[in-house]
T-cell receptor, first 115, second 114 residues
Framework: NAGVMQNPRHLVRRRGQEARLRCSPV?????VYWYRQLPEEGLKFMVY????????ESGMPKERFSAEFPKEGPSILRIQQVVRGDSAAYFC?????????????FGPGTRLTVL | AQSVTQLDSHVSVSEGTPVLLRCNYS??????LFWYVQHPNKGLQLLLK??????LVKGINGFEAEFKKSETSFHLTKPSAHMSDAAEYFC????????????FGDGTTLTVKP
């Protein structure tokens, strides 16, 4: 009964490189959410995807960040040309159904460090 | 629009004493409310949720929370703290009818002293 899987757990990148974060939702869940947690802060919503569609990306920076959730395979959060300010923990969550009253199951997070 | 305010960034209690973590929310819609716990370097675990059934919600590990619409509050309580309760706690609001983002509070760090 695997929960949400994220990999890698830790990722180190130099400024200007690309970071790819992967998230496999709970089996059977088709709704995926990405959040960013900066040090000493709560989680901030980035993007909500449902298989092959971006439903809400209001929390995602307009430049350098993109997300996808293909028909097959994990959801990917991609950060191009990383900067030091991108250093954070990135959490993925999934839910079975649409709707704000449905529990989101969280993965363990990917901790990105930009040197 | 929705927002969450966790009134205390740090709470310190002695083992065996009650815990109170305060949360106020605002929402333009009918809200669902959640409390999550995060242990160091771990993901988030759901403690409990309110989705319009009973206003007093019981969760795991002895935690409970009461939804008070008139006060727009959803405070988390536990009668007796345990050392293993030391963690970060997040209050979360989302719109029940709409899909998508949840809004997190900034978190409350709970310290439990022996």
């Amino acid at each position: 009964n695997a929960g949400v899987m994220q990999n890698p757990r830790h990722l180190v990148r130099r400024r200007g490189q690309e970071a790819r974060l992967r998230c496999s939702p709970v089996k059977g869940h088709s709704h995926v959410y990405w959040y960013r947690q900066l040090p000493e802060e709560g989680l901030k919503f980035m993007v909500y995807l449902q298989k092959e569609n971006i439903i809400d990306e209001s929390g995602m920076p307009k430049e350098r960040f993109s997300a996808e959730f293909p028909k097959e395979g994990p959801s990917i959060l991609r950060i191009q040309q990383v900067v030091r300010g991108d250093s954070a923990a990135y959490f993925c969550a999934s839910s079975l159904r649409q709707g704000g009253n449905n529990e989101q199951f969280f993965g363990p997070g990917t901790r990105l460090t930009v040197l | 629009a929705q927002s969450v305010t966790q009134l205390d960034s740090h709470v310190s209690v002695s083992e065996g004493t009650p815990v109170l973590l305060r949360c106020n929310y605002s929402s333009s819609y009918s809200p669902s409310l959640f409390w999550y716990v995060q242990h160091p370097n771990k993901g988030l675990q759901l403690l409990l949720k309110y989705t319009s059934a009973a206003t007093l919600v019981k969760g795991i590990n002895g935690f409970e929370a009461e939804f008070k619409k008139s006060e727009t509050s959803f405070h988390l309580t536990k009668p007796s703290a345990h050392m293993s309760d030391a963690a970060e706690y997040f209050c979360v609001v989302s719109d029940k009818e709409r899909a998508g983002k949840s809004t997190f509070g900034d978190g409350t760090t709970l310290t439990v002293k022996p």
